[in-house]
């Protein structure tokens, strides 16, 4: 079955550093992968979407990904955090051949502080 | 375009009542999706629709859950009778259809309290 495991729970960081939020991956087939983002008292918004192509991708707010399918692993890296940053992180998998529906880790939360 | 609308916001029950809640996904979202948010812990999804129809109720517990979505459009979701660990935050999304790798919309969530 397939599982998403976000290795940190909380990630404190201070503004302007670099930060990686890592996701790892267990499936038996070819999964398409995202992040995304929420703040408090609020749904969740997509970030960024792996679905096939350059292993690098580029999401909003200055968020990218890399997809490294050997260690299956998908981790969130931002070069320099912003206050306003400071938010709860979800790595989802969906699987090909799936009816669409997206299995969620638990989350990493971003404190950015000054 | 409009999001994903979901209400009430906040709802507080007693254990043992009922509650419902109510969404109205993306205009032209063929596919709806309810999802329960447990504190600390990643959506887990209870429900998916194909327009009126189930694709996937396994992880719904339906000796207390129910979910219908009668016309294709808005759907909503009953728990009956809560139990404190249903308290949670209850999210709605919707996409054009069911192909994976297609963009979700989800809305704000009901945060539900059983006391």
């Known amino acids: 079955a397939q599982s998403v495991t976000q290795l940190d729970s909380q990630v404190p960081v201070f503004e302007e550093a670099p930060v990686e939020l890592r996701c790892n991956y267990s499936?038996?087939?070819?999964?398409?992968l995202f992040w995304y983002v929420q703040y408090p008292n609020q749904g969740l918004q997509l970030l960024l979407k792996?679905?096939?192509?350059?292993?690098l991708v580029k999401g909003i707010n200055g968020f990218e990904a890399e997809f490294n399918k050997s260690q299956t692993s998908f981790h969130l890296r931002k070069p320099s955090v912003h206050i306003s940053d400071t938010a709860e992180y979800f790595c989802?998998?969906?699987?090909?051949?799936?009816?669409?529906?997206?299995?969620f880790g638990k989350g990493t939360k971003l404190s950015v502080k000054p | 375009e409009a999001g994903v609308a979901q209400s009430p916001r906040y709802k507080i029950i007693e254990k043992r009542q009922s509650v419902a809640f109510w969404c109205n996904p993306i205009s032209g979202h063929a596919t709806l999706y309810w999802y329960q948010q447990i504190l600390g812990q990643g959506p887990k999804l209870l429900i998916q629709?194909?327009?009126?129809?189930?694709?996937?109720d396994s992880q719904l517990p339906k000796d207390r859950f129910s979910a219908e979505r009668l016309k294709g459009v808005d759907s909503t979701l009953k728990i009956q009778p809560a139990k404190l660990e249903d308290s949670a935050v209850y999210l709605c999304a919707s996409s054009l259809n069911a192909v994976p790798g297609s963009g979700y919309t989800f809305g704000s969530g009901t945060r539900l309290t059983v006391v």
């Open positions: 499936s038996s087939v070819s999964v398409y």
């Open positions: 629709f194909q327009n009126n129809g189930v694709v996937d």
């Open positions: 989802a998998v969906s699987e090909m051949g799936s009816q669409g529906n997206l299995i």
């Open positions: 792996y679905l096939s192509g350059s292993t």
